[in-house]
């Protein structure tokens, strides 16, 4: 199993060093080789750097206070006029912002994912904030940056969450 998957960790708190378009980059470019429901691709990508709009962020979701740290974020969203169906744009969705965490451990960043649907005030409040269409569902955004301090993570592996199916 690769290392980052036991390596990633929510992280809230973050250096002042900016965050390299090209680090970006390669962030959008993780999530989007993500699996989606018949190849649909219905994500897209709303990139956040300036210093206001990271700050706003911080305002209008109650769970996103690591925005006033962080020096980038990525707005995750599904065109559900290109999803399958609107379930399995969460899914896809999901997926892709799960490729996006892990390249942040690969390139030694940190992040933290918030989610916005299927909350109306938090879908809503970003419609708003970033001008995104109707028809584009606001799933997560996810908070970037170089890390202040990581805490070492544990093993997360429980098997009494696992039931062996004999048939």
């Known amino acids: 199993m690769l290392p980052e998957i036991f390596q990633r960790r929510s992280v809230r708190h973050y250096t002042q060093e900016p965050v390299k378009r090209e680090e970006l980059t390669e962030l959008l470019r993780a999530a989007m080789n993500a699996p989606t429901a018949k190849n649909c691709q219905e ?69 933290c994912w918030c989610g916005l649907a299927p909350a109306e005030d938090r879908i809503d409040s970003f419609r708003k904030a970033f001008e995104i269409p109707v028809n584009q569902l606001p799933m997560g955004v996810i908070a970037i940056g170089h890390p202040e301090h990581v805490n070492p993570r544990e093993d997360q592996y429980d098997e009494n969450k696992v039931i062996w199916w004999k048939g």
């Not at 956040?48 to 990271?54: K, M, N, P, Q």
């Not at 740290?69 to 799960?98: K, M, N, P, R, W």
Request: charged share 20%.
């Open 43 to 111: 994500w897209r990508f709303i990139v956040v750097t300036d210093r206001t709009s990271l700050d706003h962020i911080s305002e209008i979701h109650p769970y996103a206070k690591m925005m006033l740290q962080a020096q980038a974020a990525i707005i995750v969203s599904a065109d559900l006029d290109e999803a399958f169906t609107e379930g399995h744009a969460y899914l896809d969705c999901g997926a892709a912002i799960e490729n996006l965490l892990l390249e942040a451990v690969h390139q030694g960043l940190s992040a």
